[in-house]
């Protein structure tokens, strides 16, 4: 290929991307749940009051954490998802982080997060479908030792 052909294709591709990707700026489109201080509230100031499922949805993280200032958690699943926001019970505000997921990606994140005490890590997946999916798991966060 020829190198002005080449450069005049990186051009038009670098000006088609950005309407390609139109990813949700969650805290400019729902700043009150970024404020929320249960799980419930964040959850119903971001997707209204919902029933998800328990099932199809994994969140993983060491069941004692040695040190609450840098806890490794993955969720991962298989459904076709538009959303997935990853709440926790303990800290002052609920919400931590929430992905606006292009179509036909995998639901596959892995996050350090930051736990005062001892608590629930919650997933939430909005489906294409329509439908909600959720996991938790409790972690339990060491006080004192060397790292706590």
């Known amino acids: 290929m ?4 080449f450069l005049g294709f990186g051009l ?10 139109s990813a949700l700026d969650f805290r400019k489109e729902k700043p009150d749940a970024w ?11 971001l997707y209204g009051t919902v ?20 806890i490794p ?3 991962k699943s298989d459904i076709d998802a538009k959303t997935v926001a990853f709440l926790q019970d303990v800290n002052p505000e609920a919400l931590v982080a929430v992905w606006d997921i292009p179509e036909g990606q995998p639901v596959d994140f892995s996050l350090k997060i930051k736990m005062k005490k001892s608590g629930k890590i919650i997933a939430i997946v909005e489906g294409r479908d329509g439908k909600f999916y959720k996991a938790e ?5 060491a006080l004192g030792g060397c790292e706590g």
């Open 12 to 21: 038009v591709s670098m000006v088609a991307l950005p309407s390609l990707v």
């Open 137 to 141: 798991q409790s972690l339990e966060v």
């Open 2 to 5: 020829e190198r002005r052909k």
């Open 73 to 75: 958690v993955s969720i």
């Open 35 to 45: 404020t929320a201080k249960s799980v419930k509230d964040a959850v119903e100031k």
């Open 51 to 70: 029933a998800p499922e328990t099932k199809n949805v994994k969140v993983k993280a060491p069941k004692v954490a040695s040190n609450g200032g840098q």
